[in-house]
């Protein structure tokens, strides 16, 4: 029985013509409900302990990828100088070169302002702020939400 179907039959121990409650079937209803809750606040404990097992291990795993790319960039300079600009080729393996063109800033200042880009962000900080000091603030409003913490 879920805790919706509990709290229905929580309900339905009290006859509705004489108001007479079912004091036993409450009892059981209650302790059921209570067990019921408890075991669904567990099972919140048990997953918010794995993710963070796995968030854990994603930053392991971050450093790990970062380490062996860094490893492997510092291996490809190491041929390309070892190599000269020669092209090597074997059945497992060939090692060519290609040419690119890249933009190198020499002085940002000197750059016309069309090339910028200007990012818009809102800060939700200041808009509270503001808020809370009484300022009115067209289209923003300060909500009250409820957290449940579970420990």
């Known amino acids: 029985m879920n805790l919706y179907d509990i709290n229905a039959a929580i309900l ?59 490893k492997a960039e510092s291996l490809k300079l ?10 090597f080729k074997t059945p497992r393996l060939s090692v060519s070169y290609r040419t690119a063109k890249a933009v190198s800033i020499t002085d940002e200042s000197a750059i016309p302002e069309r090339f910028f880009k200007v990012e818009r962000t809102l800060c939700r900080a200041d808009i ?5 000091s009484g300022e009115a603030v067209s289209g923003a409003e300060l909500i009250e939400r409820t957290s449940t913490i579970i420990k």
Do not use: F, P
């Open 12 to 70: 339905g121990c009290i006859d509705a013509e004489t108001g007479e409650v079912d004091a036993e079937r409450l009892e059981i209803l209650a302790m059921e409900r209570d067990s019921k809750i408890e075991n669904i606040g567990l099972w919140i404990k048990d997953l918010n302990a794995e993710a963070t097992a796995i968030r854990a291990e994603e930053m392991n795993l971050k450093k790990r990828r970062e380490a062996a790319e860094k």
């Open 128 to 132: 509270s702020a503001a808020i809370k």
């Open 78 to 87: 190491y041929l390309t100088s070892a190599l000269e600009g020669e092209k």
